[in-house]
């Protein structure tokens, strides 16, 4: 295992990974890593950010991963996957990834399990977020 990277990564895939990442960036307080750009096809043929101490990765959908049955929210219709962020302040966190561009699913609301708060919004790229503060 690197020092820098957990054991395991989240991989998202996006019909325009560019605007997806300046999404995450500008929305959720990212911060990019690295964006290689496939010099064939002006895609973006990787990239990788960091959430708090979460390293994740985005690329653009190219067929050959759509072979491996790997596809991004655009070509599914949906996502099968919700990412949670524990963050200090919902409020705040929610009005700056409207602004960026998200949808808000499910306003704030207190969560009875955990005791704290949460909403969920849908990235510029059909991605699911969970935005939780303690």
């Known amino acids: 295992m690197s020092e820098t990277r ?8 996006a019909r325009d990974a560019a605007k997806a ?27 990788e950010f960091r959430i708090g101490t979460q390293h994740l990765f985005l690329a653009d959908e190219y067929p050959s991963m759509e072979a491996l049955g790997v596809r991004s929210p ?3 219709g949906g996502t099968s ?15 700056r990834a409207v602004a960026a561009g998200a949808v808000l699913l499910v306003p704030v609301e207190t969560m009875t ?4 708060r949460r909403c969920r919004i849908k990235d510029p790229a059909g991605h699911v977020w969970t935005l939780v503060d303690p």
Do not use: C, M, Q, T
């Not at 957990?6 to 895939?13: E, G, K, Q």
């Not at 996957?81 to 009005?95: F, K, R, S």
């Not at 399990?113 to 704290?116: C, H, R, T």
């Open 74 to 76: 655009s070509a599914l």
């Open 113 to 116: 399990v955990d005791e704290g």
């Open 21 to 47: 990442l300046d999404f995450y960036v500008a929305g959720l307080g990212a911060v990019e890593i690295e964006r290689w750009i496939d010099p064939e096809n002006g895609k973006v043929g990787h990239s």
């Open 81 to 95: 996957v919700n990412i949670w962020i524990h963050i200090d302040d919902v409020e705040a966190a929610l009005a």
């Open 6 to 13: 957990p054991d395991a990564s989240i991989y998202l895939l």
